[in-house]
């Protein structure tokens, strides 16, 4: 049984077993195969190390002894922030190894979203990157211990400068032990391996539990449909922690085939450039903000990427005269890309024609896949019509953890996720992604719930109302406004002291807004909700539609 998670229906599972989409392989033995199969192979390159295939394995076992023996245990949550570079890998496949369960975080996190994954998923453990970027990760940990009653044990792989002696913090090179001291779990691949996060429509981050069985597919399919093979060498651009990352075949996907994996400490051409020159890299996966400071490098950078074999765009909206850079920047194919945490991943292909592959996200990577697009009635809308999106399949959730009241709305009774995303799909069924109704910002390939931000204005002294927006940016793709109605006798603040405010309740600094306008009053709609579509037409200075009132706005930006 999965605790607090969703089981797929006993038909459909056994459909999946049945059609060999399941094949009862969980992530350690994905491992322990490709170790056998390419041992002295490189399997990762970052941080200063090349990793051996055979390396990589006998690493991640004395690894998880280690954890074994500092108390962490089957089933036990721990979340792990760790920035790219093999150690995310070599902790993550060690926990999977003892059974114990990865809860995803992306380095930006801070105070708040540490807190609510660890008090979400009942952590134990926590694996923080220590000094990362001039924060302090390792305090972090102390002050989250201190206040969640299940986390016990803290692990810092990098500088602490705030330890001290008898503290509970436990350096991650001292975490090793002797793998053949006692025998690891049997795994059940049907179990959970793992949570990512979601990209968020409400005002907590939910976790997505990803098992075995549905991941190892993903990678296979993902693989598959990106033409992935031994020869080919990845490179890990975006945070490692991102599925497309880590699993569109992303980092998985590349061991699974005997590839390697490169690790890029940050997006920019900058960094990422000589690493493909000097790697022969021939496939990465990048947001279309990423591509757009990659077209400006190509201009004056003279690494030779002529490795390159395929860009893999996704997470966000590529529009086509960006698209249309790629090949003669290049000199690769461009893979379209949309995909989501929770499963569903559709790709253009090879030989595609040169329009679907510049217009269109492509085709799911599974025949299992199913999608419907639906009406607001929740009918399906006519061949070629724009709806919401609604997906199931191998590797798509069937529910989030501990999360029954949002579950219930989140799908359809006969198990369909319904993604918030609206989509049509072409004569020759490629998916168009055409907006979206849920009430989210991609910023770059950031997703910012706008429930979230808005508990936090909503809690600051002075503000009496609190909506926020997305606003176009030619950088990237969206920014979000906060829209303020300030209280009786409060001040109007500036945008450089909201985000001081948001700062020190301990948000991430991408949830931070961009632009800050006050209002007198938010445009409400005929049921007395705040009405977003009036809203986002005034900040971006259009004359609010028929049914708004005319409200008068005072943009605090500067
Ligand atoms: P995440 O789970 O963080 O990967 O976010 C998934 C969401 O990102 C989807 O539901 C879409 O809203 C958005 N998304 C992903 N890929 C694309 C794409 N190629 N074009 C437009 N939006 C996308």
């Keep these: 049984m999965l605790d607090h998670c969703t089981p797929w229906p006993a038909e459909r599972a056994e459909r999946y077993r049945r059609d060999g989409y399941w094949r009862g392989e969980s992530l350690v033995r994905l491992l322990a195969d490709a170790a056998r ?3 002295p192979k490189t399997a990762l390159v970052g941080a200063g190390r090349r990793i051996s295939y055979a390396e ?13 023996d500092h108390g962490i245990g089957d089933r036990d949550r721990v979340v792990v922030q760790l920035p790219n570079t093999p150690d995310f890998v070599r902790v993550c496949f060690a926990l999977f190894t003892i059974g114990a369960r990865p809860v995803f975080s992306l380095p930006a996190h801070r105070d708040v979203e540490i807190r609510h994954l660890c008090e979400l998923s009942g952590a134990v453990g926590y694996v923080s990157p220590g000094l990362l970027r001039g924060f302090d990760h390792a305090a972090l ?4 211990r201190s206040e969640v009653p299940t986390l016990k044990h803290l692990f810092v792989c990098g500088d602490d400068p705030s330890a001290s002696d008898g503290d509970p913090v436990v350096p991650l090179s001292e975490v090793d032990g002797d793998p053949d001291a006692a025998p690891f779990p049997v795994l059940d691949p049907s179990d959970v391996a793992f949570f990512l996060l979601s990209g968020g429509t409400t005002a907590l981050p939910k976790l997505i539990p990803r098992t075995h069985d549905d991941y190892t597919y993903q990678v296979r399919a993902a693989g598959s449909a990106a033409s992935l093979t031994e020869r080919d060498v990845y490179l890990a651009t975006l945070p490692v922690a991102f599925n497309f990352t880590w699993g569109c075949p992303g980092i998985v996907g590349t061991l699974r085939a005997g590839g390697t994996v490169v690790f890029a400490e940050d997006p920019t051409p900058e960094t990422c450039f000589p690493l493909i020159e000097r790697e022969r890299v021939t496939l990465t996966s990048v947001v279309p903000s990423v591509v757009q400071l990659w077209l400006e490098g190509a201009e004056w950078l003279t690494d030779d990427l ?9 997470s966000a909206k590529l529009h086509r005269t960006v698209a249309e850079q790629i090949e003669p920047a290049f000199g690769c194919r461009l893979q379209q890309v949309f995909g989501m945490a929770e499963g569903l991943c559709t790709f253009t292909r090879d030989g595609d024609p040169a329009e679907t592959v510049l217009t269109t996200q492509g085709r799911p990577i599974s025949p299992a896949d199913e999608i419907r697009i639906v009406g607001e009635d929740g009918a399906e809308v006519p061949a070629g019509e724009v709806g919401e999106l609604l997906a ?4 798509t959730l069937q529910g989030y953890y501990r999360a029954p009241e949002h579950n219930a709305r989140a799908f359809t009774e006969d198990g369909f996720y319904r993604s918030g995303d609206l989509a049509r799909l072409t004569d020759d069924g490629n998916l168009v992604i055409e907006g ?5 910002i991609i910023r770059g390939g950031d997703k910012v719930s706008a429930a979230e931000v808005e508990g936090h204005l909503q809690a600051l002294d002075g503000v009496a109302r609190a909506a926020v927006v997305a606003v176009p940016d030619d950088f990237l793709g969206e920014r979000t406004c906060a829209c303020l109605v300030r209280a009786d006798g409060a001040e109007e603040m500036l945008l450089p002291e909201l985000k001081r405010a948001m700062q020190a309740r301990g948000l991430a600094e991408y949830k931070l807004p961009d632009r800050l ?26 004359r609010p539609p028929e049914t708004g009132a005319f409200v008068p706005s005072r943009d605090r930006t500067a």
């Design 392 to 395: 199931r399949g191998p590797y």
């Design 436 to 440: 979206r109704i849920k009430d989210v």
């Design 56 to 68: 990589l394995e006998q690493e991640v076992r004395r690894l998880a002894a280690g954890f074994r």
């Design 37 to 39: 199969t390419h041992g």
């Design 517 to 542: 306008v006050y209002l007198d009053e938010l445009p409400l709609t005929g049921l007395g909700k705040t009405d977003k579509k009036a809203l986002a037409a005034l900040v971006r200075g259009e």
């Design 141 to 144: 940990a102390r002050r989250i």
């Design 306 to 314: 002529s490795s390159l074999r395929t860009l893999q765009i996704g």
